[in-house]
């Protein structure tokens, strides 16, 4: 499939991205004389920049296609990739990852679209849960190989690898991206303010908002910056043994996809394997608040799990998506993807400084990560406690 073709190496390094810190994070602390405050920060600015990027995306799919926005801001991320790479310190490196952000803004909204305008709407859960399936490659990528790469070359040089992938996939996407025929002209005429007007007084937008605000951002931020340093402080594992896991609980995200994906159908729709799955992600949260400090290959196992269970985002979205109408579709997705990206960004600037106040205020470890824990249990609670009330289909 062409879409696959034009944005999959796009995807899998988007996926990179916005994971790969935390298995560097003591290389890029020490190099940069940054903190676990400034780390936090750092990776949220891709998150933020990606997260304000989808209002000018969803209008730009809309208006202009798919092709034109995934090649123009590709172009500005393969600059912040290289930025990233040679930083002299903090302040630069924050810059290069807003970049990175805005270059992979495009990337997995115009593969949506490019999907939900060309295929049924009962096939859309399906093929976006392979294409995420097929793209966490790139958190494989960002674990233990990275790890490895970066103990044998330096964290420097293996990011320079990765800013020279990133230039191709923008010349992939330029080249074999195609734009759909246009929707309804007249309907598709509404500015992006009216478009967003339409879609926030759909009100299963209100009851969707608050679990895709918490479910993927607690997720990637165990997985892109915390697993890591959870591992060495805590349970004493050796930089290499954080990127196996690291590892470990990427390929269990990735299984996580492609089952969710028969789950929707077996469940018959996108909303019950989500209600479930959150519950037990909070569950398993709590679990490694209590018992994670006692056993390393305990503390392994649980973020494996909370990988598996947590990777609803594709039919977190295709539950959305039912409820846009087809002039809506660009313009739909993103604002809900700016809630996931948002959730994200927040959550790991939130969680920087949760660490650092803990620190500060002379907790150990163990008890800091385990108050990050419990915070991330008792939002996943209180979400899923609003999205029990969304429909399950639109009428």
Known sequence: ??????????????????????????????????????LGLMSAAWFITFALMQFPVGWALDRVGPRLT?????????????????????????IAMALIGTGCSPIFMSALYLLARGTAPEKFAGLASLFIGLGSIGNLV???????????FGWREAMIGLA???????????????????????????????GLREIVSIPAFWLIAPITFVSYAVLVTVRGLWIAPYLGEV????????????????????????????????????????????LLVAVLFGALALVGHRTGSGAVILFAAIGFAGFSYAILMAHARLFFPDHLIGRGMTFMNFFFIAGASAMQ?????????GRSAGLDSATVFARLHWTFAILLIVSVAVYAFAPARSE
Not at 258 to 273: D, N, S, T
Not at 349 to 357: D, E, F, K, N, Y
């Open 164 to 194: 020279c992938c990133f230039a191709l996939a923008t010349v992939c996407a330029a080249v074999l991206t195609r734009d759909p025929p246009k929707a309804d002209a007249e309907q598709k005429d509404s500015g992006l303010i009216e």
């Open 349 to 357: 600037a939130g969680s920087g400084w949760l660490i650092a106040s």
């Open 1 to 38: 499939m062409r879409i696959f073709a034009a944005l999959f190496l796009a995807y899998v390094l988007s996926i990179f991205y916005r994971s790969f810190l935390s298995v560097i994070a003591d290389k890029v602390m020490a190099d940069l004389a940054i903190g676990p405050a400034e």
């Open 142 to 152: 960002g674990a233990a190989p990275l790890a490895r790469a970066a103990a044998a």
């Open 235 to 278: 349970n004493g594992f050796t930089t290499v043994e954080q990127g196996d896991a690291a590892f470990l609980m990427a390929v269990a995200m990735t299984i996580g996809a492609f089952a969710f994906a028969w789950l929707e159908r077996a469940m018959g729709g996108p909303k019950p394997p989500v209600l479930w799955s959150t």
């Open 70 to 94: 995934v090649t123009a801001l590709m172009t500005v991320g393969t600059a912040g990739a290289f930025l990233f790479a040679f930083a002299p310190n903090g302040i630069i490196a924050t």
